[in-house]
């Protein structure tokens, strides 16, 4: 059988200009259109022309250089500079310019809530595109790894057991010194021994700061590296990172909002992130889905009251198991006696209130002398007891709701719409991390995956040429 080979000594010559070095239909052409069609005074990217001092790299190009190299998973300063040497492509981009890692890094972190916005600015271009409804929005999250260790994650326990070590140890090297003290005066040992004290004293200083800051900000815990970063607990166990939300438009799957919060859950999450993307789309939406994880019911009356409708299930609903025969949902509640009646007839008045719910349960010992004492309750005293939140009525009508056939439609569509992004973004990305530290850092850097993600559905969508004419490029 017969081998091609390769010869590196074979004579070749590039194309006479950068512009002929890719084809009209590359990808990278589309990326570029992209950035010519935002406005940089609305990002907020100073460019000015004639402006006097030492020449600048044109703003336009370092953004191009950074939104283009995140969407293939080339994200730190110093590959990009690889990549405007070597990679045809990039070359292109930029046309021949070859900034620096330390140029390139200057640029992302002076530019932080710039580069934030470019999100926003994708989303509304989608808009204009006729690509984004905004009627239907799903909401998102999933755990990110912070540019910082575990190790650094600092609670009160921790500093208090680390101070008692500390102090241990200090005490020992004291003792240490006093027997040494009149036996080796100015030999090594005794040198060596005061460098630990040294040492030791330092460190029960910062750890005492540490301390003082949790307890004078009252943090549950903060980070050494990253003091925006919390502890998150994800499938790949705990470790130091943030919580990445998105919201994706229902129409074509397009991220609409992006954001990164410091919270270890979902909670609370849904009413600024419906809010935020609202403002992008510069309407309201009409219908807001989300998982579980979401379900605290004060964010969703708020997003409610607000004239958009709600798709989020119950943490009951969520599991999906069948309801047991002495469940709470097995009760029935009335309004005008304020008290439930049981399965077996017996009604169970309001008692009082615990930790802002109200407690029902019966009179005497109605429990005990019930046939199903025992697999209904075991509680002897007061008998089976039934607690109800001041917004329960909101509570079961959301829970109604969401059994209807049009919200089970929207929900099963839920996980092919927004858990798409997340899967394309740690992947295909290689985002499953951020490379700057704090919060401004991470949403800019989650805004350029964001964009990545976007750019990669609307060539699928228009293909490159569809997407440059419709660009104007």
Same mark, same amino acid.
């Given at each position: 059988?017969?081998?091609r %080979?390769?010869?590196?000594?074979q004579m070749e010559?590039f194309?006479?200009?950068?512009?002929d %070095?890719?084809p009209?239909?590359?990808p990278v052409?589309a990326?570029?259109?992209f950035?010519?069609a935002?406005?940089m005074g609305?990002?907020g990217?100073?460019?000015?022309? %004639?402006?006097?001092?030492c020449?600048q790299y044109?703003?336009r190009v370092?953004?191009k250089l950074?939104?283009y #190299?995140?969407s293939?998973?080339?994200?730190s300063?110093?590959k990009?500079e690889?990549e405007?040497?070597?990679n045809?492509?990039?070359?292109w981009?930029?046309g021949?310019l070859k900034?620096?890692h330390?140029?390139?890094a200057?640029? =992302?972190?002076?530019?932080k809530?710039a580069?934030? $916005?470019v999100i926003r600015?994708c989303?509304?271009l989608c808009?204009r595109?006729?690509?984004m409804?905004?009627?239907?929005?799903?909401?998102? #999250?999933s755990?990110?790894?912070g540019n910082a260790g575990?190790?650094n994650?600092?609670?009160?326990?921790k500093?208090e057991?680390?101070?008692g070590?500390i102090?241990?140890?200090?005490?020992?090297?004291?003792?240490?010194?006093?027997?040494v003290?009149?036996?080796e005066e #100015?030999?090594c040992s005794l040198? =060596?021994?005061r460098?630990a004290l040294?040492?030791q004293?330092g460190?029960?200083? +910062?750890?005492?700061?540490?301390? *003082?800051?949790?307890r004078?900000?009252?943090?549950?815990?903060?980070?050494t590296t990253?003091?925006?970063?919390?502890?998150?607990?994800? =499938?790949? @166990?705990?470790h130091?990172?943030y919580? @990445?939300q998105?919201v994706?438009d229902?129409q074509e799957g397009?991220?609409?909002?992006?954001?990164v919060?410091n919270?270890?859950n979902?909670?609370?999450?849904?009413?600024?992130?419906?809010e935020?993307a609202n403002e992008t789309?510069g309407?309201?939406? *009409?219908?807001v889905c989300?998982?579980?994880? %979401?379900?605290?019911?004060?964010?969703?009356e708020?997003?409610?009251?607000?004239?958009? @409708?709600?798709?989020? /299930?119950?943490?009951?609903?969520?599991?999906?198991?069948? /309801? +047991?025969?002495?469940e709470?949902?097995a009760f029935?509640?009335d309004e005008?006696?304020?008290?439930?009646?049981?399965?077996m007839?017996?009604?169970?008045p309001?008692?009082s209130?615990?930790?802002?719910?109200?407690?029902?349960?019966p009179?005497?010992?109605?429990c005990?002398?019930?046939c199903?004492?025992?697999?209904?309750t075991?509680?002897? +005293?007061n008998g089976?007891?039934?607690?109800?939140?001041?917004?329960?009525?909101?509570?079961? =009508?959301?829970?109604?709701?969401?059994?209807?056939?049009?919200?089970q439609?929207?929900?099963?569509?839920r996980k092919?719409?927004?858990?798409?992004?997340f899967g394309h973004? $740690?992947?295909n990305?290689? @985002?499953g991390y951020?490379l700057?530290?704090?919060l401004? &850092?991470v949403?800019a850097?989650?805004?350029?995956l964001?964009?990545?993600f976007?750019?990669?559905?609307?060539i699928?969508?228009?293909?490159?040429g #569809?997407?440059?004419?419709?660009?104007? &490029?």
């Amino acid at each position: 059988m017969a081998y091609r %080979y390769g010869d590196r000594t074979q004579m070749e010559l590039f194309p006479a200009c950068v512009e002929d %070095y890719v084809p009209m239909d590359a990808p990278v052409r589309a990326y570029d259109a992209f950035v010519e069609a935002l406005d940089m005074g609305t990002l907020g990217i100073e460019w000015d022309p %004639y402006k006097v001092g030492c020449p600048q790299y044109d703003p336009r190009v370092m953004l191009k250089l950074l939104v283009y #190299g995140y969407s293939y998973g080339i994200r730190s300063s110093r590959k990009l500079e690889r990549e405007t040497h070597y990679n045809l492509s990039f070359i292109w981009l930029v046309g021949g310019l070859k900034p620096d890692h330390k140029t390139i890094a200057e640029f =992302r972190r002076c530019n932080k809530e710039a580069l934030k $916005k470019v999100i926003r600015e994708c989303a509304r271009l989608c808009l204009r595109l006729g690509l984004m409804e905004g009627n239907t929005l799903f909401v998102d #999250g999933s755990k990110w790894r912070g540019n910082a260790g575990i190790a650094n994650s600092w609670t009160e326990p921790k500093c208090e057991r680390a101070l008692g070590r500390i102090d241990r140890c200090i005490e020992e090297i004291l003792l240490e010194c006093e027997s040494v003290d009149k036996q080796e005066e #100015g030999e090594c040992s005794l040198v =060596r021994l005061r460098e630990a004290l040294s040492n030791q004293e330092g460190l029960k200083q +910062k750890v005492e700061g540490i301390l *003082e800051e949790l307890r004078r900000e009252e943090k549950a815990s903060t980070n050494t590296t990253d003091p925006d970063c919390s502890r998150i607990h994800g =499938r790949q @166990g705990s470790h130091a990172g943030y919580n @990445g939300q998105i919201v994706v438009d229902e129409q074509e799957g397009l991220i609409v909002q992006s954001d990164v919060v410091n919270a270890n859950n979902d909670l609370g999450q849904l009413g600024n992130q419906v809010e935020e993307a609202n403002e992008t789309l510069g309407k309201r939406c *009409e219908t807001v889905c989300a998982d579980a994880g %979401y379900a605290e019911y004060e964010d969703l009356e708020r997003v409610e009251s607000a004239g958009i @409708g709600v798709v989020v /299930p119950s943490a009951k609903q969520a599991e999906r198991g069948d /309801p +047991k025969g002495f469940e709470k949902s097995a009760f029935t509640y009335d309004e005008e006696r304020d008290a439930y009646r049981c399965p077996m007839g017996h009604w169970l008045p309001f008692r009082s209130y615990v930790r802002g719910r109200k407690v029902y349960y019966p009179t005497g010992t109605v429990c005990r002398g019930c046939c199903h004492f025992g697999v209904c309750t075991t509680a002897g +005293k007061n008998g089976r007891q039934i607690s109800r939140f001041e917004n329960e009525a909101f509570r079961e =009508r959301l829970a109604r709701e969401y059994e209807t056939a049009e919200a089970q439609a929207i929900y099963r569509k839920r996980k092919e719409k927004v858990e798409l992004p997340f899967g394309h973004l $740690k992947r295909n990305m290689h @985002g499953g991390y951020f490379l700057l530290r704090g919060l401004a &850092g991470v949403r800019a850097e989650f805004s350029l995956l964001a964009t990545g993600f976007n750019m990669a559905r609307l060539i699928t969508i228009l293909g490159v040429g #569809g997407l440059m004419a419709r660009l104007g &490029g």
